[in-house]
């Protein structure tokens, strides 16, 4: 392993947790912006603590979770509750109303990626 800087063109951005922001009802970093990069998705770095639930919504974009350390579950307005945990994908279709909860004691952490459907 190297400590060299990376070749041109290779961009190495680390997760920063200093700069995670409350919002939403979870900490969360957004990968945009980020220099001149652009891309046809939107993405966050989010965090959900010990309790954390985040606000329920729906978007016009589909919503890709994919899930990188702890449990969590995905809550719909009928009252299911949808286990997840660190590895697992969730795709969510557009337009469809959702939460995320940490119904555990320790951090639950996603990337979300969100385009436009």
Known sequence: MSDSAPPAGLVIRRQEPDRLE???????????????????????WCVLRPGDLTDTHQHTERE?????????EVRT??????????????????????AVANPHDED???YAIWWQA
């Open 22 to 44: 409350r919002a939403h009802g979870l900490d969360l970093n957004l990968l945009h912006p980020w220099g001149d990069l652009t891309t046809p998705f939107h993405g966050a």
């Open 108 to 110: 639950f952490a996603y």
């Open 64 to 72: 890709l979770f994919i899930c990188m350390s702890g449990r969590g």
């Open 77 to 98: 307005p009928d009252g299911d509750r949808h286990p997840i945990a660190a590895g697992d994908l969730v795709l969510l279709p557009a337009d469809t109303d959702h």
